[in-house]
């Protein structure tokens, strides 16, 4: 499965994106380890905080649909000159389901690329004894 494709999944799930608050569109595209490709755009609402963002709106479109999941890759597109990784409850999220490859990409030819965990390092993890 191509970077590429990966890209073009996440710029067109933006197009779906419900932000007329921030009016900033975000797309993304997940790789998970059995093959399959979810997106997700972001959802805002009037009580802002209820707004979900499109990384974990692909994560719960990929859970309903294999109920369990490992991340390969994942892609998100911003609409910012310069490419923006994922907000910290998304990480924290993404991390739940693996140690995937994050590309970002913007409206610009730079892209940044990070392996989850650098992304979050000492993320929480809910040890019992
Ligand atoms: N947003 C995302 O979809 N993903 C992120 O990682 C950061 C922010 C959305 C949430 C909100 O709808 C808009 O971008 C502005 O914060």
Not at 42 to 52: D, F, K, M, Q, R
């Given at each position: 499965?191509?970077?590429?494709?990966?890209?073009?999944?996440?710029?067109?799930?933006?197009?779906?994106?419900?932000?007329?608050?921030?009016?900033?569109?975000?797309?993304?595209?997940?790789?998970?380890?059995?093959?399959?490709?979810y997106?997700g755009?972001?959802?805002?609402?009037?009580?802002?905080?209820?707004?979900?963002?499109?990384?974990?709106?692909a994560?719960a479109q990929a859970?309903n649909a294999?109920?369990?999941?490992?991340?390969?890759?994942?892609?998100?597109?911003?609409?910012?000159?310069?490419?923006?990784?994922?907000?910290?409850?998304?990480?924290?999220?993404?991390?739940?389901?693996?140690?995937?490859?994050?590309?970002?990409?913007?409206?610009?030819?730079?892209?940044?690329?990070?392996?989850?965990?650098?992304?979050?390092?000492?993320?929480?993890?809910?040890?019992?004894?």
């Open positions: 499965m191509s970077e590429i494709q990966l890209k073009e999944e996440a710029k067109k799930a933006a197009l779906h994106a419900y932000a007329p608050y921030s009016k900033f569109k975000v797309g993304c595209a997940l790789l998970t380890k059995s093959g399959n490709i997106t755009c972001n959802v805002e609402n009037a009580s802002y905080g209820l707004t979900i963002c499109a990384e974990r709106n994560i859970i294999e109920g369990q999941i490992e991340i390969e890759t994942l892609v998100v597109y911003t609409p910012t000159p310069s490419p923006t990784p994922p907000c910290g409850a998304c990480r924290q999220v993404i991390h739940e389901f693996g140690n995937p490859e994050v590309f970002s990409f913007c409206n610009s030819k730079t892209s940044n690329k990070h392996k989850m965990n650098d992304l979050l390092p000492h993320a929480f993890n809910l040890k019992k004894d």
